[in-house]
């Protein structure tokens, strides 16, 4: 098959002056890209180079593919920005890898996607949501347990996420949200922070009657140095080799995985995610998981979680990489 890949590169995106540090964190490497077009030709395909933004247009347009792999975060700063590419490969009528454009769409939206899931019996973490930060001066604490965690309603990849999240009043909650709104000039939320164990939980493959059920698969993120709570933060991923230790299987109680299994499963299907997927929770003292977030997209360099949690189980990034191929080419009739 004639595969076409769809990416953002970091390179191909200018941050402006004022963005924040992280502004492009979620943008790939032309490494990345490159892994995975050699990991597509050797499963005995052609793999084409699409690009992402204008690019990408011009590019499916141009040089038509039987099947696109989708790794493109989407442009601009929009919370639908990653249903964008597979938004036109549904209007054009291309089958692609990943998640369809609603389930990405409301991925990024934390506080929805906490709604929804919660409907569906997941455990979450109570939050409360602010448009504009005088939402955040007149807010309501009412049985909200401090501290505080308070991130970017519509991001991923860790962005504004960092050791110093934590709120131990309302006052510091206003505070970080006057900086989160003018950094990332969008919502904020602010989340109860579970003191406990961070867990990373990978999807891989797909819900389908009569087919085997996907791979989940728990890895725990345990620090090297323990000094307070810990945060699996911007700073921390971008120096995990000397600050954490991954864990994988996860040496948790045995119904503590259970659970967080059943509870990835659940997530995963209620949102309509396919092929691969990545979610974080914390486990709370009594050992109840608390879903925080998933992405749809997860990132698939050789330093990402669900890579690491691939080697957890002895395989290739090649191998990643064809499996998520394969699941998704099996969609299709």
């Not at 990416?7 to 490494?31: C, F, G, H, N, R």
């Not at 990373?200 to 493959?205: D, H, K, Y």
């Not at 700073?235 to 996860?250: I, M």
């Amino acid at each position: 098959m004639k595969i076409g890949l769809a990416y953002d590169l970091k390179q191909s995106i200018t941050a402006t002056p004022a963005a924040p540090v992280d502004a492009l964190e979620e943008y790939d490497s032309a490494e990345t890209v490159n892994l995975l077009a050699a990991a597509i030709e050797q499963a005995g395909h052609q793999p084409v180079k699409l690009g992402g933004g204008r690019e990408f247009l011009d590019n499916v347009l141009g040089n038509p593919v039987d099947f696109v792999f989708n790794i493109s975060e989407g442009r601009g700063a929009y919370r639908s920005r990653e249903a964008q590419v597979p938004s036109v490969l549904e209007m054009l009528g291309i089958p692609y890898s990943g998640a369809d454009p609603q389930t990405l769409a409301i991925a990024l939206d934390k506080p929805l996607t906490k709604q929804i899931v919660q409907l569906a019996g997941v455990k979450t973490p109570q939050w409360r949501f602010f448009a504009k930060p005088e939402e955040a001066r007149h807010a309501d604490w009412d049985d909200f347990r401090f501290p505080a965690f308070v991130k970017p309603a519509f991001e991923g990849s860790s962005k504004g996420i960092r050791l110093t999240s934590t709120a131990g009043s309302p006052a510091e909650v206003i505070d970080h949200v006057e900086k989160l709104f003018e950094g990332y000039g969008q919502a904020v939320i602010a989340e109860e922070f579970i003191d406990g164990d961070e867990v990373t939980c990978g999807v891989i493959g797909n819900i389908s009657p009569g087919k085997p059920q996907p791979l989940v698969l728990p890895m725990r993120i345990v620090p090297r140095q323990k000094n307070g709570p810990f945060i699996y933060s911007l700073e921390v991923k971008r120096d995990y080799k000397k600050l954490v230790d991954y864990e994988f299987p996860a040496q948790l109680p045995p119904a503590v995985i259970d659970r967080i299994k059943s509870q990835a499963l659940t997530v995963f299907g209620t949102l309509g995610c396919r092929d691969f997927t990545r979610m974080d929770f914390r486990i709370a003292a009594d050992g109840t998981p608390h879903f925080l977030e998933v992405n749809p997209l997860p990132g698939l360099s050789l330093d990402s979680d669900l890579f690491i949690i691939a080697t957890g189980m002895g395989w290739s990034h090649a191998r990643l990489i064809v499996t998520i191929l394969e699941n998704a080419i099996s969609r299709y009739p």
